[in-house]
T-cell receptor, first 115, second 115 residues
């Protein structure tokens, strides 16, 4: 059973640029959630994807967008980067529907620095 | 709306002593409740959960938590702390009735266990 993997692990961008972060969900999972964790804070819910559709969104502007693919992997895209977007971006997979045990399985995260 | 409060930024305890990390929550329906742990520069790891049934739930590494519906609390406990328990602990809630699959995290409590 493979766990959740994220790429890249670290990246540096400048203000105004765009970034794409990738996540491969754990085998057998059908749902991916994305979180932003700023330094010293708890993870903030960005959005969740289930069956390739956005299935809930937190308080983030539209320049944060995502995709889920048929193999349940996912991308997080952020346009027009701002300094405050610097954070650890966490992907978590889970199984929704029958067999839902509730907990999330996290990747190691992608640390984004915006200069 | 769902919310989680962790009233202590930091908890200090001596090795061998019992530890408690506090959490209170707010949901409009029935909660799923979770505790996760995060080590430096890593993703979150699931520790334990309350779904239904016995109010005292046991999890990984000797941790347990008590669900108290009247006080809307879900405090994390361990009878005898280890230095290796030092980490950042997050309480999380999911409203099974109205929140869909969205899991909301508290701000976190840093646990220091002194040898």
């Amino acid at each position: 059973e493979t766990g959740v993997t994220q790429s890249p692990t670290h990246l540096i961008k400048t203000r105004g640029q765009q970034v794409t972060l990738r996540c491969s969900s754990q085998s057998g999972h059908n749902t991916v959630s994305w979180y932003q964790q700023a330094l010293g804070q708890g993870p903030q819910f960005i959005f969740q994807y289930y069956r390739e559709e956005e299935n809930g969104r937190g308080n983030f502007p539209p320049r944060f967008s995502g995709l889920q693919f048929p193999n349940y992997s996912s991308e997080l895209n952020v346009n027009a980067l701002e300094l405050d977007d610097s954070a650890l971006y966490l992907c978590a997979s889970s199984l929704a529907g029958q067999g839902d045990t509730g907990e999330l399985f996290f990747g190691e995260g992608s640390r984004l620095t915006v200069l | 709306a769902q919310s989680v409060a962790q009233p202590e930024d930091q908890v200090n305890v001596a090795e061998g002593n019992p530890l408690t990390v506090k959490c209170t929550y707010s949901v409009s329906g029935n909660p799923y409740l979770f505790w996760y742990v995060q080590y430096p520069n890593r993703g979150l790891q699931f520790l334990l959960k309350y779904i239904t049934g016995d109010n005292l739930v046991k999890g990984s590494y000797g941790f347990e938590a008590e669900f108290n519906k009247s006080q809307t609390s879900f405090h994390l406990k361990k009878p005898s702390a280890l230095v290796s328990d030092s980490a950042l602990y997050f309480c999380a809630v999911r409203d099974r009735n109205t929140g869909g699959f969205k899991t909301i995290f508290g701000a976190g409590t840093r646990l220091f266990v002194k040898a």
